[in-house]
C-alpha cells in the first residue's frame, strides 16, 4: 500500500488549501482514511477521518467548520479541503489508512506528511 499525500504549502491566515492523498495498492472499500497533523514539538493528532464505503466523516473540534474531507472512489483519492486558515494549523499533515478512529495506532498505512504553514 502506499499513500501519497500533496498539497501544502505556505499561505497567509484566513486562507485556504487542499490536501490530496493518493493510495494505490489495494481495495479500501472497507477501511477509512485518515488525517493527522503534528506540530514541532507537539504529538500527533487526529484532525479528520472519512470511510470509503459510506463517506461518513468525522472532525476535530478544532477544525470543525472549517476543514472538509471527501473523496473520489474512482481516484483512489481523498482530500482536505481547509479553509479560514490559522496559525496554529501550522503543522505537518500525514493521511493514513485503517480503522475509522481518531487514535493513530488504529491506522495502518500513512503516507510521507505534507508541510502546512499558515502566517499571521
Known amino acids: 500500500v502506499q499513500l501519497q499525500a500533496s498539497g501544502g504549502g505556505l499561505v497567509q491566515a484566513g486562507g485556504s488549501l487542499r490536501l490530496s492523498c493518493a493510495a494505490s495498492?489495494?481495495?479500501?472499500?472497507?477501511?477509512?482514511m485518515g488525517w493527522f497533523r503534528q506540530a514541532p514539538g507537539k504529538e500527533r493528532e487526529f484532525v479528520s477521518a472519512?470511510?470509503?464505503?459510506?463517506?461518513?466523516?468525522y472532525y476535530a473540534n478544532s477544525v470543525k467548520g472549517r476543514f472538509t474531507t471527501s473523496r473520489d472512489n474512482a481516484k483512489n483519492t481523498v482530500y482536505l479541503q481547509m479553509n479560514s486558515l490559522k496559525p496554529e494549523d501550522t503543522a505537518v499533515y500525514y493521511c493514513?489508512?485503517?480503522?475509522?478512529?481518531?487514535?493513530?495506532?488504529?491506522?495502518?498505512?500513512w503516507g510521507q506528511g505534507t508541510q502546512v504553514t499558515v502566517s499571521s
Open positions: 493514513a489508512v485503517g480503522t475509522i478512529a481518531t487514535r493513530p495506532t488504529s491506522y495502518d498505512y
Open positions: 495498492g489495494r481495495t479500501f472499500s472497507n477501511y477509512a
Open positions: 472519512i470511510a470509503w464505503s459510506s463517506a461518513n466523516t
